[in-house]
T-cell receptor
Framework: SQQGEEDPQALSIQEGENATMNCSYK?????LQWYRQNSGRGLVHLIL?????REKHSGRLRVTLDTSKKSSSLLITASRAADTASYFC????????????FGTGTSLTVIP | KAGVTQTPRYLIKTRGQQVTLSCSPI?????VSWYQQTPGQGLQFLFE???????NKGNFPGRFSGRQFSNSRSEMNVSTLELGDSALYLC??????????????FGEGSRLTVL
């Protein structure tokens, strides 16, 4: 399966701390994206990193991609209570018709 | 620009019934994808439509079907509902098929409960 896996499944931190989530996938990809989902709502796009990029920043978000290890990490710095949500990585690949496959998600809780 | 609109937001059905869910994509987006989200399985890809044609299909039984209209609005239908079909059904639109270089824009979902 192309589906990625996030690690850890759940993460609880204090406000102000940094949160790091990891994503592993199985085949070569075009792009990797990270999405956030507040409880029971739709997903919101956070950041996209292409297969030829190694690192990308957007505000308090930093994403790295290691295609040799087929893994990515999402770092949220100076976390806030409003960051409490589930975070998913999504990959797309030519081998799978460029469809997006989502990981199982990391549930992040930021304690005020 | 209006976002992706899904209707209905909540619905309750009984086993054996059928259900139709609707999705209106962002104006100008021609690709609509459907996902099933359950606590145990995460987000599972159902199918994608682009310009009224199904371009890709996930590993779901034939009870799950969909279509796309000329205005890019899409519907998905589940027939002969089973308890395991209880899930949040998410629709996403994008500007290009498979969105190779872009992002998916999700609706708020339709939460289906099968009793």
């Amino acid at each position: 399966s192309q589906q990625g896996e996030e690690d850890p499944q759940a993460l609880s931190i204090q406000e102000g701390e940094n949160a790091t989530m990891n994503c592993s996938y199985k085949t070569s990809i075009n792009n990797l994206q990270w999405y956030r989902q507040n409880s029971g709502r739709g997903l919101v796009h956070l950041i996209l990193i292409r297969s030829n990029e190694r690192e990308k920043h957007s505000g308090r978000l930093r994403v790295t991609l290691d295609t040799s290890k087929k893994s990515s990490s999402l770092l949220i710095t100076a976390s806030r209570a409003a960051d409490t949500a589930s975070y998913f990585c999504a990959t797309d690949a030519r081998e799978t018709g460029n469809q997006f496959y989502f990981g199982t998600g990391t549930s992040l809780t930021v304690i005020p | 620009k209006a976002g992706v609109t899904q209707t209905p937001r909540y619905l309750i059905k009984t086993r054996g019934q059928q259900v139709t869910l609707s999705c209106s994509p962002i104006s100008g987006h021609r690709s609509v994808s459907w996902y099933q989200q359950t606590p145990g399985q995460g987000l599972q890809f159902l199918f994608e439509y682009f310009s009224e044609t199904q371009r890709n299909k996930g590993n779901f039984p034939g009870r799950f079907s969909g279509r796309q209209f000329s205005n890019s609005r899409s519907e998905m239908n589940v027939s002969t509902l089973e308890l395991g079909d209880s899930a949040l059904y998410l629709c996403a639109s994008s500007a290009r098929q498979g969105s190779m270089t872009g992002e998916l824009f999700f609706g708020e979902g339709s939460r289906l409960t099968v009793l």
